[in-house]
């Protein structure tokens, strides 16, 4: 899950309160990892973090992976610049609930296609079998991946299902899937294990989202999914 804040010369501090596992919030059921991005603010921040509210400072230009930590209750972030930046600039936070180990990184123009960060990160409402375009075709080294089923709306009563499949080219990555029986119109929340990989691998292609399976049947339903893609696109 990711959001950007922008910040400017009348504009040095800002907040947020995310309600765990909620569509207002993050949907997300733990936050261990915090991908703070300041690479395209002109101003160092500090961004306090977690229910530990941890203070972790990053300089202008750079960005880091640190541990958070979260409950049940809302993830506080506060972001204080820790000068006047000189124009509009933005600090994108990603927000993962899998370890990834502590790291730091500057970017500069020459560097910006090989920093590794967020290619993608989104949540993808699937309402019928298809394609998704993830990633354009393009040579990427991915560090890792995250597919996760937020809910499913339910329009009537039956049996809704799915098969949600990332490719490389024409090659499986991994997939999720469900098949639960709705009793009506509602927004359903049935468990489904994750797809996580952290193992670093390369594709020369481009990645795809593929749905297949879907509610047969029925026909009707959206599924809500987030998907978070870590790495770095080459040039």
């Not at 960060?117 to 354009?136: F, K, Q």
Request: hydrophobic content about 35%.
């Amino acid at each position: 899950m990711q959001y950007t804040f922008t910040f400017g010369p009348s504009i040095t501090t800002a907040s947020a309160a995310y309600q765990m596992f909620a569509q207002a919030g993050l949907f997300l059921s733990q936050v261990v990892t915090l991908l703070i991005d300041n690479t395209m603010n002109s101003a160092a921040v500090t961004v306090t973090h977690g229910v530990l509210n941890i203070a972790t400072s990053v300089d202008a230009g750079q960005a880091a992976l640190v541990p958070t930590f979260s409950n049940t209750g809302p993830y506080n972030v506060v972001i204080q610049c820790l000068s006047t930046p000189t124009d509009t600039g933005y600090t994108t936070l990603t927000y993962l609930n899998y370890e990834k180990n502590p790291t730091s990184w500057s970017l500069t123009a020459a560097q910006a296609s090989q920093t590794p960060g967020a290619l993608y990160s989104a949540e993808v409402d699937i309402t019928a079998n298809g394609t998704t375009l993830i990633l354009p075709n393009g040579q990427y080294s991915i560090s890792s991946i995250e597919l996760s089923l937020i809910s499913v709306t339910a329009t009537s009563s039956g049996t809704y299902r799915g098969t949600f499949t990332l490719k490389q080219g024409s090659t499986n990555i991994g997939s999720i899937a469900y098949n639960f029986n709705s009793t009506g119109a509602n927004i359903y929340n049935p468990t489904v294990s994750p797809f996580t990989t952290s193992n670093q691998f390369s594709i020369n292609n481009n990645m795809t989202l593929v749905t297949t399976n879907w509610n047969t049947g029925i026909g009707t339903g959206t599924a809500a999914l987030h998907l978070t893609v870590l790495g770095t696109q080459i040039t």
